[in-house]
C-alpha cells in the first residue's frame, strides 16, 4: 500500500510537470504592436462606404494602421499600409522599417507579412520585406496575379514574389500560422474575393481580432454597412457575422484598423500588448 502510494505520487508529479511545460514555460510569448502607417483623415463614410447611405453627414477620422506580432523568435507582420510616397496626404510620416528599427527588428527578421487585402493603404510597403512569406487570400492573389489586374488591384509591390524571387502562400481559408493557434489567420471575403482577417491570442490581454477592411469603422460594424466597392455584398455581411460572433465566444477585442477610435486598445507604440 505505502508502495503504491509513493508511485502514484512519482507519477503526478511528473504528470504536474509536463502539464507546467506545456502551459508554461515551454510555449513561446507571443506581442501585439500597432504601428502607425499612414497619415490620418477624416471621411465622410456616406460618399464610398455604404451602399444604403445610411450615415447620414457622419464623418469619421480615418487612420492607417499595421501590426507587429512577435511569436518567440519570429516576427509576423500585418499589413504593410500607405507607401511612403503615396498621394492625397496619405503617406506614413516614419516608415515601417524605421519603425520596426525602433524596437531593434529587422527587415530581415520577419518571417512572414500578412496581407488582409490587395488595396493599396495595405500593402504600399511589402516590397521592403523581400525576404518574408507572403501570406494572402488565394483570391486577392488571383487578382494581383492577372494578365491585366483591374483598378484599385495594387500589384505592383508584389513584383519581387509575382517574379519568383519571394515565397508567397495563397490561402484557400484558415491559416494557423504558428501551428499553436496563437495567431490564426481568418477567411473574411466580401471586401475584396481574398480578403481576410487575424485572431491574435495573448496570454495576459486575451485574444485580438484585426479585422482588415471587413468593416472601415464602428457603425459599419455595428449595423451591417457595406462599402459601395465591395466585390461581394453577401460575403461581407456573412464575414461581419462571423467576427461577432467569435468576438462574443472569445470575449475578443475587436480593432478596425481604419478607426481611430480603436486606435487606444493597444498600448502606444513602441509598447506592445502581451
Ligand atoms: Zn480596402
Redesign the pocket.
Known amino acids: 500500500m505505502v508502495r503504491s502510494i509513493a508511485a502514484w505520487t512519482l507519477a503526478l508529479g511528473a504528470l504536474a510537470l509536463t502539464v507546467s511545460s506545456a502551459l508554461g514555460q515551454g510555449a513561446p510569448e507571443v506581442t501585439l504592436t500597432r504601428l502607425e502607417c499612414g497619415t490620418g483623415q477624416d471621411r465622410r463614410v456616406n460618399d464610398r462606404f455604404s451602399d444604403t447611405w445610411s450615415y447620414g453627414d457622419l464623418k469619421v477620422p480615418f487612420v492607417f494602421s499595421c501590426y507587429l506580432i512577435k511569436h518567440g523568435d519570429d516576427y509576423m507582420l500585418w499589413d504593410t499600409g500607405q507607401a511612403m510616397n503615396a498621394k492625397g496626404g496619405v503617406a506614413p510620416k516614419v516608415s515601417v522599417v524605421d519603425q520596426l528599427a525602433q524596437v531593434g527588428v529587422a527587415p530581415e527578421q520577419v518571417k512572414y507579412v500578412g496581407i488582409s ?1 490587395y ?1 493599396g ?2 500593402t504600399g510597403q511589402l516590397a521592403s520585406f523581400p525576404g518574408a512569406t507572403v501570406l494572402i487570400g488565394r483570391g486577392d492573389w488571383a487578382a494581383i496575379t492577372a494578365p491585366k489586374p483591374a483598378p484599385g488591384v495594387n500589384f505592383r509591390p508584389f513584383a519581387h514574389w509575382i517574379s519568383g524571387g519571394g515565397k508567397i502562400e495563397p490561402l484557400a481559408a484558415d491559416k494557423d500560422v504558428f501551428g499553436d493557434g496563437t495567431v490564426v489567420i481568418l477567411n473574411t471575403p466580401g ?1 475584396t474575393p481574398g480578403h481576410h482577417s487575424v485572431m491574435v491570442k495573448l496570454k495576459e490581454s486575451g485574444t485580438y481580432i484585426l479585422v482588415g ?1 471587413a468593416a472601415h469603422f464602428h457603425e459599419n460594424y455595428q449595423t451591417n454597412g457595406v462599402p459601395t466597392f465591395n466585390v461581394n455584398r453577401a460575403d461581407t455581411i456573412a464575414s461581419i457575422d462571423r467576427i461577432k460572433k467569435i468576438e462574443k465566444a472569445h470575449r475578443a477585442t475587436v480593432i478596425i484598423q481604419h478607426d481611430a477610435r480603436d486606435v487606444e486598445k493597444l498600448p502606444p507604440f513602441p509598447a506592445a500588448a502581451r
Open positions: 487585402h488595396h493603404d495595405h471586401h477592411d
